[in-house]
């Protein structure tokens, strides 16, 4: 598993956004107008809902939805637009770090919102839910731990070499055997920090929960302190791992780009102005409807 954190891997962060999260043609479409359903999909595997709590918690969702249509969506744009421009004369760092700073905005972002939505629904739950929640984080906690840090060296560099190659091509299609062993090589310089970021997530959860039991005036504020300070409160070693890492990271990924085929780099641009036109289609979707909702 790949952890990153810093503006010299945000490089990754968009090639994540335009892979992942938007994901080629109108299937990303499908995919985004679904995403309510995959949010409480999500949802129910955290915490079960009363109706009333239900309905509360589909409005909210639906408002951040909106929100993330018609103001958010246009920002990936300019990311997806200024990554193609920098491949006329060849991806260079300093153009991917101005990238990904306006990525990490972004993220920025998203998380302040979402993170109201959930205070929001928090404030509903019952003791009794806010323990099955917490008691899920925990699960999830021993699950990473058994699948991750029993790992042996060869096995995460492996886990990570895999994790950058499947990233690649996706954005450029088949990769020659260059590409590959220098994939392959580099990964090797990555420090391990699955251990340190279990032990990071132990304490925050740890925290986290001390919070939700005792609900105490201004919880919620202490919530979102928590969720601000976390990059402060990490132990040296994580964030001189992560830093190491971002740089191992951002400088493959710039040069594993700028050593595309004539093929490659078809691909590339193909399925970039691909995701622009899918966003095209969902904000131009979003401001007829905005339309009609005001018209009455």
């Known amino acids: 598993m790949l952890l990153l954190r810093g503006p010299r891997c945000r490089l990754l962060i968009f090639s994540l956004v335009c892979t992942l999260t938007l994901a080629s043609c109108s299937a990303n479409r499908l995919l985004y107008n679904r995403a309510d359903t995959f949010i409480r999909w999500a949802a129910d595997d955290y915490v079960t809902l009363t109706r009333d709590q239900q309905a509360a918690f589909d409005s909210r969702l639906d408002e951040f939805l909106r929100w993330h249509r018609s103001e958010e969506l246009p920002h990936y744009r300019d990311f997806i637009v200024n990554a193609l421009a920098t491949l006329e004369e060849g991806v260079t760092l300093e153009e991917a770090v101005v990238i990904s700073e306006e990525i990490d905005l972004a993220a920025d972002r998203f998380q302040?919102?979402?993170?109201?939505?959930?205070?929001?629904?928090?404030?509903?739950?019952?003791?009794?839910?806010?323990?099955?929640?917490?008691?899920?984080?925990?699960?999830?906690?021993?699950?990473?731990?058994?699948d991750r840090l029993v790992r042996n060296e060869e096995t995460y560099y492996a886990d990570s070499a895999k994790t950058m190659t499947d990233l690649v091509k996706r954005l450029m299609g088949r990769l020659n055997t260059a590409q590959k062993g220098d994939i392959s090589l580099r990964s090797k310089q990555l420090m391990r920090l699955d251990r340190l970021w279990h032990d990071d997530r132990a304490r925050w959860g740890s925290e986290l929960r001390r919070l939700l039991e005792t609900k105490s005036p201004g919880w919620q504020d202490e919530v979102r302190k928590l969720g601000e300070t976390r990059s402060e409160a990490r132990i040296p070693d994580y964030v001189a791992g992560i830093e190491h890492n971002g740089e191992v990271i951002l400088s493959l990924l710039v040069d594993v780009i700028n050593s595309r085929t004539d093929r490659q780099d078809r691909r590339m641009r193909r399925f970039l102005k691909g995701l622009i036109d899918d966003i095209d289609a969902l904000t131009s979707a979003s401001v007829a409807e905005r339309l009609v909702v005001e018209q009455g």
């Open 112 to 146: 302040a919102r979402f993170i109201e939505l959930l205070l929001a629904t928090g404030e509903d739950l019952s003791d009794e839910q806010i323990q099955a929640f917490l008691d899920v984080l925990d699960e999830s906690q021993a699950k990473y731990a058994e």
